[in-house]
C-alpha cells in the first residue's frame, strides 16, 4: 500500500507484532496471549495461524477463529480478569503479552501499580527468582478515532506509569515497524519491569533503516541532523512524529533559511528519557538537543507528562510542548491532531511566532480553519 500524496511506502506495526507473537508461539509451548477480544481488530490476527483461541465450549461455529480448549490466545471481555491471569502465569517463570485497545488500559491501573509494588519487594527475597516482564500492547489509540468517538481516546496509563518513583515502568514508542521488532525483543527479554508500548494499528511510512542497524531503542536519537540548528522539533510516538516531519517540510519550503533538528524519543521512564536502566544524562540530552535552542515537542499523550521530564534536563522557557488535550470525537485522523493542537500547522505556527511572521501565523491559522471546514462538510482531510 502506499500513501497517495507523496507515494511513500506504507508499513504496519501491528502487522509487525502478530508476525513476532506467531514466532514466539512456535518456539515457546509455554508462552501465552491475553487480550479482551480485541486481537483481530487490533491487527495481530496472524497468531491465529499458528495458535487456538481457548474456548471451553463444544459448539463451534463455521465463522468462529481456531478454538480449542488448550488454546493459548486468551480473549475475555474484562481486562482484569486478564491481567490476574497473566500475572500468574508470569510468576510462574513463563512468557507472556497482552494487547488492549490504549483507553481501556487505564482499568488495570491499581493492578498494575500492586504488581510493581510486588516486583519491588521480591527482588529483596534472595530465592526469589526474575519475573517476566508484563508487556503491554497499547494500539487502537487517542489519536486514529474514524470510527470510535470520545469514550475510545485516553493515555492515562503513559501518565501513570511515569510518575511512579519506583523506576519500574517504561514507555516506549517505536516510530515504525522497523523500530517495533527492536522493541519486541527487548519486552520479551526483559525482568522485573512493566512495559507499556504504544503503537498505532494503521499503516504509516517506514522511517528508519530496514537493516536494522540504527532501530535499537536508543532514548532519543537526531533523524534529521544538523549542525548548528535554529530550533529542535521532537517527537514521541509515531502518528505526532509524522506531524512533525510534515511540519518541518513546509517550514522548509517557506522559510528555507532556518535549520531545524528533528530527534525522535523512542522511550521514557520515571523522570528521563530511556529505559529505566539506559536513561540519558544531561551531557547527552544536550548533544541532542543542544543547550539552548527553542524545542517544540509533539507527543503522544499529555503534554505536561513530556513538558514535566524534559524539565529535568532543560529550562521551561525553551518548551513549547504539543500533545492531547483531551479533546475528541468521532473524526477524521487530521482533525483529532487539529483539535487537540499537535496537528503540523500548530507545530509550523510555533516557528512562525517566535520568527514574528505574521504573514504565516495567518496562512497556518486560515488552512487548520479550511481543513476543519473539509472534514466536517466531507467527513474526509484535505491533507
Not at 483531551?326 to 510555533?350: H, I, Q, V, W
Request: net charge negative.
Amino acid at each position: 500500500m502506499t500513501n497517495k500524496g507523496n507515494k511513500e511506502p506504507l508499513f504496519s506495526s501491528a502487522k509487525r507484532i502478530g508476525s513476532l507473537l506467531s514466532e514466539e508461539f512456535k518456539k515457546d509451548p509455554h508462552f501465552y496471549f491475553f487480550s479482551p477480544d480485541e486481537t483481530t481488530s487490533n491487527r495481530f490476527d496472524q497468531i491465529f495461524d499458528v495458535e487456538k483461541r481457548a474456548w471451553g465450549n463444544l459448539v463451534q461455529k463455521p465463522w468462529d477463529l481456531p478454538e480449542a480448549s488448550n488454546g493459548r490466545i486468551i480473549e475475555m471481555l474484562s481486562e482484569n480478569v486478564l491481567f490476574s491471569t497473566m500475572t500468574g502465569h508470569l510468576m510462574n517463570g513463563e512468557k507472556a503479552m497482552m494487547g488492549s485497545y490504549e483507553a481501556f488500559y487505564p482499568i488495570i491501573t491499581a493492578q498494575l501499580l500492586q504488581h510493581i509494588k510486588f516486583i519491588k519487594q521480591s527482588e529483596k527475597i534472595s530465592w526469589r527468582k526474575p519475573i517476566p516482564a508484563v508487556n503491554l500492547l497499547s494500539t487502537s489509540t487517542c489519536w486514529r478515532q474514524d470510527h470510535n468517538g470520545f469514550t475510545h481516546q485516553s493515555p492515562a496509563l503513559i501518565s501513570t506509569l511515569l510518575s511512579i518513583p519506583s523506576n519500574m515502568a517504561n514507555c516506549i514508542f517505536p516510530i515504525d515497524d522497523i523500530a517495533t521488532e527492536q522493541v519486541y525483543k527487548f519486552m520479551i527479554e526483559s525482568n522485573n519491569v512493566v512495559n507499556l508500548t504504544t503503537f498505532d494499528k494503521n499503516e504509516h511510512p517506514r522511517r528508519l533503516n530496514p537493516s536494522g542497524v540504527d532501530s535499537k531503542i536508543s532514548g532519543a536519537r537526531i533523524m534529521k541532523p544538523d549542525a548548528e540548528p535554529d530550533f529542535i522539533f521532537a517527537a514521541c510516538g509515531d502518528i505526532v512524529a509524522n506531524e512533525a516531519i510534515e511540519a518541518i517540510r513546509i517550514l522548509s519550503h517557506d522559510i528555507p533559511e532556518i535549520k531545524i533538528r528533528f530527534v525522535y524519543i523512542d522511550a521514557l521512564s520515571y523522570r528521563g528519557i530511556g529505559t529505566t536502566n539506559n536513561k540519558l544524562n544531561k551531557t547527552e540530552f544536550e548533544k541532542l538537543f543542544t543547550k539552548d535552542k527553542p524545542i517544540i515537542a509533539n507527543f503522544h499523550g499529555y503534554p505536561e507528562t513530556l513538558e514535566n521530564i524534559l524539565e529535568n534536563y532543560t529550562e521551561r522557557r525553551r518548551l513549547r510542548v504539543h500533545g492531547f488535550n483531551e479533546e475528541g470525537s468521532t473524526t477524521t485522523p487530521f482533525e483529532m491532531l487539529r483539535k487537540n493542537a499537535a496537528s503540523r500547522y500548530d507545530l509550523a505556527l510555533d516557528v512562525a511566532k517566535v520568527l514574528k511572521l505574521d504573514y504565516l501565523v495567518s496562512e497556518y491559522e486560515t488552512s487548520l480553519s479550511e481543513n476543519h471546514a473539509h472534514a466536517v462538510k466531507y467527513g474526509t482531510d484535505m491533507i
